[in-house]
């Protein structure tokens, strides 16, 4: 309708006689009704947005005002039409009026480094930081504000261009870097290297500078993490140590180097190590020895994985020397990898434990050996922690999992991904683990569990039975591939109104188009209307 409205106004101006010259348009109308004559505001406006601001300084001419729109005058027809039209002479500004530097200036220099910060924080310094710092002389000064540079993630350019040009595109980038490490990075905590692994002679002499200037430039340094990079020799790691006195993470996933720089680095800031994460290959052994030679005892998380391929040889970590070298361990993740526990001899004494265990995460996707007695053997003195990760451990049973001293599980996920039916045996005792934790019990994962539907109905039962204005913690759980009835799903979404995530994929017992992932409270709430008015002939048969 608006189109041929506007058609209408156009084909009536067409048909006036004489338009009026000195006729307002509604864009005039607005710009006045928005900011009158002598208000004390004036009109900015940009590519997408309209400001209406208090004038700060004495009223001066609106520079930024669109000139109003002027009907196209009438071809002159005569001697007279090759005359030039008069103009009127401009006025000249004021001397001590000046230039209008628009509003920019006008921002406080700490309104900008926060606005600047809330960027940074979602997208990274760089290359935004560069490209803002090009604006203007207010901008430069608020990107060179040092706490905008504290986290920053470096990479090479993309490959994919001719060999020359990413070559050149490539010292272009590490010249950058040798102006930018000196001048930006004297307080910087985190760096972050990806993809530093190209084998052309030249960029390689300017990458090693790279480390000698981060060291030499960035005392700060807290966290240092190595993503696919290669060729980084021992005696660049053991600088780093020594430079970086405050180095206490290390992050070498997916990174090819040499174990003997591994160790020397941890036996040169061993004493401060609290973070390590490692792809398990050929050279983790030795680091991990490193590790078992107590080099590291204030070291706090530990992570193991096998990355994108997966390594068959099995991992082989005796655990009571662990609990020895590291005792102040939160976080130990043994991920995705063959981990073959050195077996505890006879007459040998328990390890002493993991007394500040938070997290412990053996998710895997392959065969397990992890058993009731290996696990009892790394939590026996773990009463803080917070989740377990058993994933993928076929072989652990409730009645192992209740003997744990840990009173206030959040988070317990005993999925089963990848296994056939008919290596899921049948279990029970799912209501020992529910019964323990319910108060507590924020996501909980029986996915591919062989439990029976009146095992499973007992175990649910449990967040039915809270007493009081106490609801249960409950809001994220998985029952894929379980035999789980439409009863207990109905009874368990009315008795947690905080159920935010509910998974109930090849569910059999289910009815034909429940059988989904559930996200948010609204389509939890859709899930439990669907099986109260659903009759009962529609359920399959298991």
Known sequence: MAPVASGRVRRRARGSKRPDARARSAEDWWWDRLAPRGSGYHLLQADSMLLVLPDLEPT?????????????????????????????????????????????????????????????????PMPFLGRAARVCQRWHEATSHPSLWHTVTLSPPLVGRSAKGNLKAEKKLL???????????????????????????????????????????????????????HNVTADTLVMLAKACCQLHSLDLHHSMMESTAVVNFLEEAGSRMRKLWLTYSSQTTAILGALLGSCCPQLQVLEVSTGMNCNSTP????????QKSCPQLQVLRLLNLIWLPKPCGRGVPQGPGF???????????????????VLSRLLHRSPKLRLLDLRGCAR?????????????????YLGLYGMSDGLTL????????????????????????????????QALAVFSGTSGDLHPALCS??????????????????????LLYLNLESCRCLPRGLKRAYRGLEEVQWCLEQLLTSPPSSREST
């Open 175 to 229: 010249a950058s870097l040798e102006w930018l490490i000196p001048n930006r990075f004297s307080q910087l905590q985190r760096l972050t290297l990806i993809h530093w692994k190209s084998q052309v002679h030249s960029v390689l002499e300017m990458a090693s500078l790279l480390p000698q200037l981060v060291s030499k430039f960035c005392p700060r340094l807290t966290f240092l993490k190595l993503s696919d990079c």
């Open 426 to 457: 049948v279990k029970k005792g799912s209501s020992l683990l529910t019964q323990k934790w319910y108060h507590t019990l924020r996501e909980l994962d029986f996915s591919g569990q062989g439990f029976s539907e009146k095992d499973l109905e």
């Open 355 to 373: 007394p500040s265990l938070e997290e412990l995460c053996l998710a895997g996707s392959t065969c397990s050996f992890v058993s009731n007695e």
């Open 60 to 124: 001066r001419a609106r520079a930024h005002r669109r000139a109003p729109r002027r009907a196209p005058r009438p071809m002159a027809r005569g001697p007279k039409a090759a005359a030039k039209p008069r103009t009127k002479p401009q006025p000249e500004p004021s001397p001590d009026q000046g230039p209008d530097s628009g509003w920019g200036d006008r921002i406080p220099l700490e309104v900008l480094v926060h606005i600047f910060g809330l960027l940074v924080a979602a997208h990274g």
């Open 315 to 322: 991992l082989q970590l005796p655990v009571e020397a662990l």
């Open 477 to 498: 759980l998985n029952l894929r591939g379980t035999r789980v009835t439409p009863s207990t799903v109905s009874s368990v979404i009315s008795s947690c109104p905080g």
């Open 396 to 412: 652990i049973t409730p009645t192992g999992l209740c003997d744990l001293p840990c009173q206030e599980l959040e988070q317990l």
